[in-house]
């Protein structure tokens, strides 16, 4: 079947600690993204990527980063330096990004909490 | 930046009600996407439309791109309790990221 998988569904780490989220996608979709979304709240973008080896920031990317070394996988690192980690993390992709009319298509999302 | 302001916030129907939310912006789209999300879920694209007066049907849903592109809205008609849940209205502009709405949470009173 073809998706995306966001790997673990729920992750509990210690404070103070790095924390990668895992997003693959068999779509064979040119753009990725991270949002992440608070209780009773919207989608705020972190991260996007267009292509390969290429990504840019979006709205709330302080305390995260992220790679794109390969075009199904794009992972979110969570480092120390983000002051309020514990949320709902969604991985997207959609097939061309900015370039047009575009959808995007979410995997299940990864909890993560912060002890 | 742009913003989409998407209403109303929550809604509390009996089951068999038609629901309707919706959802502007002040800035004109060239999509306008609907999802629904389950709790501790990922959002699910309910329906795509791509260009003004569009009217597109996926069973008891009912969306229309609005002719002016900056308004949109969704219809659930003879809603069932499987309708709970939160839906998100989400516009592109031209050469520019998706935009979303904060959500609709829909209740279904027994």
């Known amino acids: 079947d073809g998706g995306i998988t966001q790997s673990p569904k729920y992750l509990f780490r210690k404070e103070g600690q790095n924390v990668t989220l895992s997003c693959e996608q068999n779509l064979n979709h040119d753009a990725m993204y991270w949002y992440r979304q608070d209780p009773g709240q919207g989608l705020r973008l972190i991260y996007y990527?267009?292509?390969?080896?290429?990504?840019q920031k979006g709205d709330i990317a302080e305390g995260y980063s992220v790679s794109r070394e390969k075009k199904e996988s794009f992972p979110l690192t969570v480092t120390s330096a983000q002051k309020n980690p514990t949320a709902f993390y969604l991985c997207?992709?959609?097939?061309?990004?900015?370039?047009?009319?575009?959808?995007?298509?979410f995997g299940p999302g990864t909890r993560l909490t912060v002890l | 930046g742009q913003q989409l302001n998407q209403s109303p916030q929550s809604m509390f129907i009996q089951e068999g009600e038609d629901v309707s939310m919706n959802c502007t912006s002040s800035s004109i789209f060239n999509t306008w996407l609907w999802y629904k999300q389950d709790p501790g879920e990922g959002p699910v694209l309910l329906i795509a439309l791509y260009k003004a007066g569009e009217l597109t049907s996926n069973g008891r849903l009912t969306a229309q791109f609005g002719i002016t592109r900056k308004d949109s809205f969704l219809n659930i008609s003879a809603s069932i309790p499987s309708d709970v849940g939160i839906y998100f209205c989400?516009?592109?502009?031209?050469?520019?990221?998706?935009?979303f709405g904060k959500g609709t949470r829909l209740h279904i009173l027994p």
């Open positions: 997207a992709s959609s097939r061309q990004g900015l370039a047009g009319a575009d959808t995007q298509y």
């Open positions: 989400a516009g592109q502009p031209r050469d520019d990221k998706i935009i």
């Open positions: 990527s267009q292509i390969v080896n290429d990504f």
